[in-house]
Nanobody, 127 residues
Framework: QVQLVESGGGLVQAGGSLRLSCAAS????????MGWFRRDPGKEREFVAV????????DYAASVRGRFTISRDNAKNTVYLQMSTLKPEDTAVYYC????????????????????WGQGTQVTVSS
């Protein structure tokens, strides 16, 4: 069982930066692949980024690649999403998620692979 708590959301102007954090409970954080997803009202949940449990692999949605960076600190049971050059279309509720799966693959782009979810943190980018 893993409990996830996101923080770091807020209101920022276009072009600005934010860093989201997701703190996980439990002693086996390093066994989980960790993902970030987002949902804008009226839209489906969207994959943003994923980092493998070993930190050796990261992947990003095309819409954020080059602007967002996912990282993790297994000693602190925390995963981060550094967001730069933010755009109004990045406005959404951002969720972190944990998957205790097999070897890392592109399957972890999909929300159905994740068993545990945080409550979300709102990011609003003004133009």
């Amino acid at each position: 069982q893993v409990q996830l708590v996101e923080s770091g959301g807020g209101l920022v102007q276009a072009g600005g930066s934010l860093r989201l954090s997701c703190a996980a409970s439990g002693r086996t954080f390093s066994a989980y692949h960790m993902g970030w997803f987002r949902r804008d009202p009226g839209k489906e949940r969207e994959f943003v980024a994923v980092i493998s449990r070993s930190t050796s692999s990261t992947d990003y949605a095309a819409s954020v690649r080059g602007r967002f960076t996912i990282s993790r600190d297994n000693a602190k049971n925390t995963v981060y999403l550094q967001m730069s050059t933010l755009k109004p279309e990045d406005t959404a509720v951002y969720y972190c998620a944990a998957a205790r799966g097999q070897a890392y693959s592109r399957a972890y782009y999909y929300s159905s692979e994740y068993a545990y979810w945080g409550q979300g943190t709102q990011v609003t980018v003004s133009s």
